[in-house]
């Protein structure tokens, strides 16, 4: 194996690469995003100039200086595609020259403190060109020049291994006026490639709708295409990409394009023609707002809920029963439709997203008491139970397009109104889901390291929820920062059990397990660090998955570094009394897994535990392993276990080198 001048590799139960410093997560630029910029890159503005960002920022990658280019630029200029485009050119340069076309690669920005970034983390992999987008967190970094610096001293080492990288940065996060270095590595977009060339290349190149091209027609300046009005000269390369997809998606009609035009602007003239119909008519107001979270439930039951919004039961009056439009023309008149007697709104694509932006835009006061129906919908044995994902979906959606912390933060107080399992799932799902978005992801990833220190359980508890999701793929260090602060907490409650669960799943995956060791190892060995003695006992637990503790020990049956580590670990723990109820726990796990499983070597596990014994003979749990304690009964595995743990006769010279001489 070649290039691991930094790893040693493992195989046991899956291949698994233990490293020192554990480098950022790394994913392969997509094909989708390759064919996007090879056939539908748009290198024109909306008056004809032309699109320099791309050929400067290749130039840089394949220059003489560091292997470095940023693309700097205001927000809608397509950064990011000009960033892949300028890899995809310097690539095809040097496979000209070389032969090989190098890989493409994006790095997650997954700093241990996104203020002061460690670029020793950056990958280093000869032949790859990086892509690296921190134009959302750059505006936080503490000391950009010293990040700055330090990246273009990276980039030099990146041009000795035919390697370069594509930094995306905000407008002015780049601190390129401090130094002429910084300045020279810098490619700026200046001009947004023309939007309406852009949706024609994508429904002609992407989605390869021909037909479609002349709902974007224009004449010289003047649109002429039914949907071409849509774009003008400030519509943003993202806009066209939108707009070209609902264009593609739609049916082949005149019905369909008015539909996905409608959708494209987010059905603002029918939602305006509802509410405007509705001013006096809370009941039917409401309909709307349970059919959006509802679509596709029961007719009644949508209606039912839409009565626990505005806080009334069922009807009693029969005059007022009898009185009215029926329930399915007052489904019609909020624009959804019933259907086998389900009310659903998926006729309008996007509808039931656009009704909720609307109501939190213009009725403000209605976000609480929203949330609060939210919370009761989406409890056991309520209708909104199984809708848990459509649900939160909206929230997410809700908050990405708002671009704005203050919907996340009315989320966060949303968790003091119940600490029910489901709904702080459904609370955590949409907070993991925004810390993954572009723009508001940084801010929202800061937010998680606030409420991971947060003195309430159900706060805490959330995040360490937030830690079992997809988050902590995307943002292993990050995810492992906040799960070290729930781990400290004093009292071992549901928060702490939580991220315990988190840090189990996490290390359950042979690509996260050198991370979590990584980092476990070290907290483990820091005096009376509280976090880390139960961060090591949970991810050696056998009874809870055996794959890390397998791991572990092959590991250190190979290598003695890991094998004291281990030692060291089971030693500061023991020496915590805080955690004596889970390390006595844990050494019966143990005893078991020596002779229940067959992957885990019985002589490694005396040997290490040999040593601890040793070490902490008189700590409780060892005393109550090795001697047993009154009126506990223990089983074969942990009797077998203790003999061969128990210390020698005192008439016994112990032998040289024995954990129990002196």
């Not at 992999?125 to 967190?137: F, I, R, S």
């Not at 002015?172 to 700026?188: I, K, N, Y």
């Not at 994902?389 to 003091?416: C, F, H, T, Y």
């Not at 606030?450 to 830690?467: E, G, N």
């Amino acid at each position: 194996m070649e290039g691991n001048e930094r790893s040693t590799i493992i195989v046991t139960a899956g291949s698994v690469t233990m490293t020192g410093k554990q480098l950022l997560p790394v994913t392969p630029i997509s094909d989708a995003d390759r064919h996007v910029v090879r056939t539908a890159w748009v290198s024109i503005g909306s008056r004809g100039e032309p699109v320099t960002a791309v050929t400067a920022a290749a130039a840089l990658l394949t220059g003489e200086g560091p292997a470095l280019a940023v693309v700097a630029g205001p927000p809608g200029y397509g950064k990011r595609t000009a960033g892949v485009r300028a890899l995809w050119e310097a690539a095809r340069a040097q496979q000209g020259a070389e032969g090989q076309m190098p890989a493409l690669q994006e790095v997650r920005p997954d700093w241990d403190n996104p203020e002061a970034p460690d670029t020793s983390v950056l990958p280093e992999d000869p032949g790859t060109g990086y892509l690296l987008d921190v134009a959302a967190e750059i505006g936080s970094w503490k000391d950009p020049v010293k990040v700055a610096t330090a990246l273009v001293a990276y980039a030099e080492t990146l041009r000795r291994k035919r390697s370069f990288m594509l930094v995306v940065s905000d407008e002015r996060g780049w601190p390129e006026g401090t130094s002429g270095t910084l300045a020279l590595v810098v490619a700026r977009a200046t001009v947004r490639p023309d939007a309406h060339r852009v949706a024609i290349a994508h429904l002609e190149h992407v989605h390869y709708k021909r037909d479609r091209l002349a709902w974007l027609r224009t004449s010289g300046a003047e649109p002429t295409g039914t949907a071409s009005h849509l774009l003008s000269r400030s519509s943003s390369p993202g806009e066209a990409v939108r707009l070209a997809a609902k264009l593609a998606a739609a049916e082949y009609s005149p019905q369909g394009l008015k539909d996905a035009v409608s959708e494209f602007q987010e059905w603002h003239d029918e939602i305006k023609n509802v509410f405007d119909k509705t001013q006096d008519k809370a009941d039917d107001r409401a309909l709307l707002i349970a059919s959006v979270f509802l679509s596709g439930e029961d007719a009644l039951t949508v209606q039912s809920a839409a009565r626990k919004l505005l806080g009334e039961g069922a009807e009693q009056k029969v005059r007022t029963i009898l009185t009215g439009p029926d329930l399915t023309a007052r489904f019609e008149s909020v624009n959804a439709r019933v259907k086998e007697r389900r009310a659903t709104l998926e006729d309008k694509p996007g509808y039931a997203r656009a009704v909720l932006l609307h109501l939190w835009q213009q009725r403000p006061d209605i976000h609480q008491p929203l949330l609060a129906w939210l919370s009761d919908l989406t409890s056991p044995q309520q209708p909104g139970a199984k809708r848990l994902g459509p649900i939160s979906d909206l929230l997410v959606e809700l908050a990405k397009a708002q671009n704005d912390i203050r919907v996340i933060d009315k989320i966060r107080d949303w968790i003091d109104h119940g600490d029910a399992a489901e709904h702080l799932k459904l609370i955590a799902r949409v907070l993991a889901t925004a810390a993954e978005a572009d723009a508001l992801g940084p801010t929202v990833r800061a937010r998680l390291l606030k409420w991971a220190q947060a003195p309430a359980t159900s706060v805490a508890k959330t995040v360490a929820l937030v830690c079992q999701t997809t988050f902590a793929d995307r943002y292993p260090h990050q995810a492992l920062v906040r799960l070290r602060h729930i781990l400290g907490r004093t009292d071992r409650d549901t928060a702490v059990t939580a991220a315990e669960e988190a840090l189990r799943a996490m290390a359950g995956q042979d690509h996260q397990l050198p991370l979590v060791w990584d980092t476990i190892s070290k907290w483990a060995v820091e005096p009376r660090h509280l976090a880390g003695h139960r961060a090591f006992l949970s991810l050696l637990d056998p009874s809870a998955g055996p794959f890390a503790l397998r791991v572990m020990l092959a590991a250190a049956e190979k290598q003695t570094e890991v094998k004291e580590a281990l030692i060291q670990g089971w030693s500061a723990v023991l020496s915590d009394e805080r955690v004596n109820p889970e390390a006595g726990d844990l050494l019966i796990a143990w005893a078991h897994a020596r002779v229940n499983d067959d992957l885990v070597s019985a002589d490694l596990v005396t040997d290490i535990l040999r040593q601890v014994v040793g070490r902490h003979l008189m700590s409780t749990p060892i005393s109550a392993l090795v001697f047993g304690e009154p009126d506990v009964r223990y089983d074969a595995a942990v009797i077998d276990l203790r003999k061969e743990l128990q210390p020698p006769p005192t008439d016994v010279l112990p032998a040289a080198g024995s954990p129990w001489g002196l």
